[in-house]
């Protein structure tokens, strides 16, 4: 299947109470919330492989949608769904061009269905309508134009069967049954080539597949220290070459061509301190034109000549991260995404033959001309040597000569990402630039764990959820305070998913380290979460086993509780906020409910924000922009940042705060306010 591959000042707890810092001053006027977190005017334009059509993502009466405008003219755009709750957050073209397909789940459940609309008639139609199932696209292609591949868990939970989907009537035919497989590998004929099994040893053994048949013999095995970054990423149109990102007998993983007939192997790209994670693929051919590295920021490197002098036009005519995002099947114009990084992105339609730009949009044009803050990729050394690639962006105002140093130290955020197996990256980042623009500086760091800088360094977090993982953290905010960004009174620790678990984590653990903390669908308790975990992540279940801990054999289960923060809430003394989904089926309501529980028991102030048509994280912007509204006067108090008053933030969020409103500023009235 051919694939474009593209991350306090003192404080008085008493009686729950903080005392408010002294507000670090801002040079930038205030920027209001719903332009960091609100709808983006557009996004995710892509061209109809035909060439005919262009379409993005923008709202319809307040939620986003799919639109469709001519290529020839793009001001003549009309909305082709019709969402009034659940914001579409992605799609794509059907191969004949006549539909847009996509994928939405309900409230947050994540049990995504497929949806086709008719780009000349508007009519929508729903693909797979199964209760409780968890759609993939496995396979698109453009040398097929009337089908698609898709798996289906809804005869099993735990395995996806592989099904041909006919896109004119809707029938689904079974392909193969996928049971014991957790992925598989599409040609361009849309004929399965591979399926994975994973193995108990939590690695994984690659089997032939042909004519839906899969072969008895183990034709590669994939070993545990290597499935972090191994991946099929596709073939040739002639089914005569396969690519891999693969890792093996090496540390960084390099992006391989495979000669199908012979099996000989021969590297084309590779790099000593990222893994290969990003490729350029001919639309006509299936060949790789060019690939990505990404250690602190995106470098490309070509690989056909073909392509040299059209990425060389678009660097020296676009300032900052570019991507091409979608080509026609002709090849003959593309749409290119360029992040500046201190301005809203942009997408530009590009014309090969004539070395042409148009800009289509800007994604938030709101925000342009106002004063956004740099981001400054920088190298933090862990106590043990290891190297995380992190990125702190600072105030506007506050580094006067632009060395990435501020003039004088003021509170931070450390802001810390989710998986834990991903990674933070350089670009334009809203919550990065919110709080910059509120007065604190910003630290991502990429602590062990974090994918895309070799297989070393994911598994040098096996075992360390809240030990060595966070110990790097932990050096982190040491080096801010070393480098004079910020003094050991005044770091604030916020994310989500794994980042709320080691937001909990920072204020169980090490509870002196940190002012306050903002977490977001975070696991309190290890064991609880791995017992509750989704059933279609069986295949990965030995893998999180081994790289957390096994809560079915003693030892594991006792590891597991000593790293959960719930096992020492009784040490938390230091605010706390929390945001959880209510339909979240990664992280549990219950894991949000049992720590609040706990703190409750001791009189320890926390604050429980729960969003009853949410998951694992906050899609529709009314919530996003009712917590982060929150999360702006809980900071203000805690750090001294500056906050925009809740004004009609809650007017629209499904929001309830089970306990604590008190704790954070300006939010019991704003949820009275709500109510009248």
Known sequence: ????????????????????????????????????????????????????????????????????????????????????????????????????????????????????????????????????????????????????????NNRDPRWHDVHSLDLATGKLSLVLQGDGFGGFDIDEQLQVRTAYRPRPDGGYDLYAVENGKVAPAVAE?????????????????????????????????????????????????????????????????????????????????????????????????????????????????????????????????????????????????????????????????????????????????????????????LPMVLLVHGGPWGRDVYGYNGQHQWLANRGYAVLSANFRAST??????????????????????????????????????????????????????????????FACGVDIVGPSNLNTLLSTVPAYWEAGRKQMYRRMGDPGTPEGAALLKERSPLTKADRIKKPLLIGQGANDPRVNQAESDQIVKALQAKNIPVTYALFPDEGHGFARPENNIAFYATAEHFLGRCLGGRAEPFGAALVKTSMTVPHGAEFAPGLEAALKAKVQ
Do not use: C
């Open 452 to 513: 895309g800088f070799g297989k070393a360094f994911v598994n040098a977090g096996n075992l360390e959820w809240g030990a060595r993982m966070h110990d790097d953290l932990l050096d982190a905010v040491d080096w801010a305070v070393k480098n004079g960004v910020t003094t050991k009174d005044q770091v604030a620790i916020m994310g989500g998913s794994y980042g709320g678990y080691a937001t909990l984590a920072g204020l169980a653990f090490t509870p002196d380290v």
């Open 1 to 152: 299947m051919r694939k474009l591959l593209v991350a306090a000042a003192a404080l008085t707890l008493g009686m729950g109470a903080m005392t408010a810092q002294a507000a670090p001053s801002v040079s930038a006027p205030l920027i209001e919330r719903t332009k960091f977190f609100g709808n983006p005017s557009r996004s995710q334009g892509r061209i109809s492989p035909d060439g005919k059509w262009l379409a993005w993502i923008a709202p319809r009466d307040g939620v986003q949608n799919i639109w469709v405008a001519p290529i020839a003219d793009p001001a003549k755009a009309k909305p082709l769904t019709d969402e009034k709750t659940r914001p579409i957050r992605s799609y794509f073209w059907a191969p004949n061009a006549s539909q847009i397909l996509f994928v939405n789940d309900k409230g947050g459940d994540e049990n995504f269905l497929l949806y086709g609309v008719e780009v000349a008639s508007g009519v929508q139609t729903t693909l797979t309508p199964f209760e409780k199932t968890r759609v993939q696209v496995l396979g698109i292609s453009r040398e097929v134009k009337d089908r698609i591949l898709v798996g289906l």
């Open 221 to 409: 095995t994939v070993g545990f220290e290597d499935t972090g970054s191994f991946q099929g990423v596709g073939f040739t149109v002639d089914g005569a070459t396969r690519y891999w990102v693969d890792p093996r007998n090496r540390d960084t993983a390099v992006l391989v061509a495979q000669d199908v007939k012979s099996g000989a192997r021969t590297v084309l790209g590779e790099s000593s301190k990222a893994d290969i994670g990003s490729a350029m693929i001919n639309p006509r051919t299936g060949k790789v034109e060019a690939y990505a590295v990404n250690y602190l920021t995106t470098e490309w490197k070509v690989v056909d000549p073909a392509v040299k002098g059209d990425l060389e036009f678009l660097e020296k005519n676009l300032e900052g991260e570019i991507a091409v995002t979608s080509r026609t099947d002709a090849d003959d114009l593309w749409t290119v995404a360029v992040d500046p990084v201190t301005a809203p992105s942009a997408l530009y339609l590009y014309d090969r033959k004539a070395r042409a730009l148009s800009k289509l949009y800007v994604t938030r044009p709101e925000l342009e001309g106002a004063t956004l803050a740099a981001m400054h990729p920088v190298e933090i050394k862990s106590r043990d040597g290891l190297v995380q690639a992190s990125y702190l962006t600072l105030p506007p105002g506050w580094d006067s000569n632009g060395d990435g140093k501020p003039d004088k130290p």
